[in-house]
Structures are given as structure tokens and as C-alpha cells.
């Protein structure tokens, strides 16, 4: 069974920065391409970045230039690293996990088929 955990989220101010973790087992870490997507309160699962096994990454034009995706090989973790956050940047943010490299079709929430539970980040002006 696949198991994703994200953890990091919080309450911050506006400029703040947040660090978003999401723990998996070495098997998903190594084999999956891995990504951030996120929902804010009545809007869609929106995609914030992917990271596919070539090392290759892909961002949302709203998170480019602020926010980091990467792995700590050490600890199988994928992090999302969020400099600048803004208001519009609160939302739950998720992890996913799936078998092959999404390309372009990364923003498709139907593309991922493993999901953790979502952490909550809350950006105020």
C-alpha cells in the first residue's frame, strides 16, 4: 500500500516562507515521479509542482520562482520549499505519487493514482 505523508504546513504571514514535507517509502521515492498540488476553499485541486524520475521539474506559473520542489535522498522525502507566499497562496496542499513521468500532463489531478492527506497552509495579509 502506498503511503503518502505531508507535514510542514502552518500559519505564516504574507512574504513568510514554509517548508512542506511528504514521507514515503524508499520503493515510491525511487520509482515514482512525485508532486504538489493544492485546493483552496471552494476551488479546484490546482498543481504547484512535479518532479518526475529524470529529476526534471515542472511549476505552476503561480508557484514559479517561489517555490522549490526537491528530494532529500536521506530521509525519502519530497519537499516543497515557499518563499514569498501570498494570501492566494493558502490552501490545503497535497502530495501525489504515480508510476510514470507526467510531461505535460502533470496538472492533471486524474494523472496521479496515490494521494497523501493534505496539510494546511494558511497565508495572511
Known amino acids: 500500500q502506498v503511503q503518502l505523508e505531508e507535514s510542514g504546513g502552518g500559519s505564516v504571514q504574507a512574504v513568510g516562507s514554509l517548508r512542506l514535507s511528504c514521507s514515503a517509502s524508499?520503493?515510491?521515492?525511487?520509482?515514482?515521479?512525485m508532486g504538489w498540488f493544492r485546493q483552496a476553499p471552494g476551488k479546484e485541486l490546482e498543481g504547484v509542482a512535479a518532479l518526475d524520475t529524470d529529476g526534471d521539474t515542472s511549476y505552476a506559473d503561480s508557484s514559479k520562482g517561489r517555490f522549490t520542489i526537491s528530494k532529500d535522498g536521506v530521509r525519502n522525502t519530497l519537499t516543497l520549499r515557499m518563499d514569498s507566499l501570498k494570501p492566494e497562496d493558502t490552501a490545503v496542499y497535497y502530495c501525489?505519487?504515480?508510476?510514470?513521468?507526467?510531461?505535460?500532463?502533470?496538472?492533471?489531478?486524474?494523472?496521479?493514482?496515490?494521494w497523501g492527506q493534505g496539510t494546511q497552509v494558511t497565508v495572511s495579509s
Open positions: 524508499q520503493y515510491i521515492y525511487t520509482k515514482h515521479c
Open positions: 501525489a505519487a504515480d508510476t510514470q513521468n507526467k510531461r505535460r500532463l502533470w496538472v492533471v489531478p486524474d494523472a496521479w493514482t496515490h
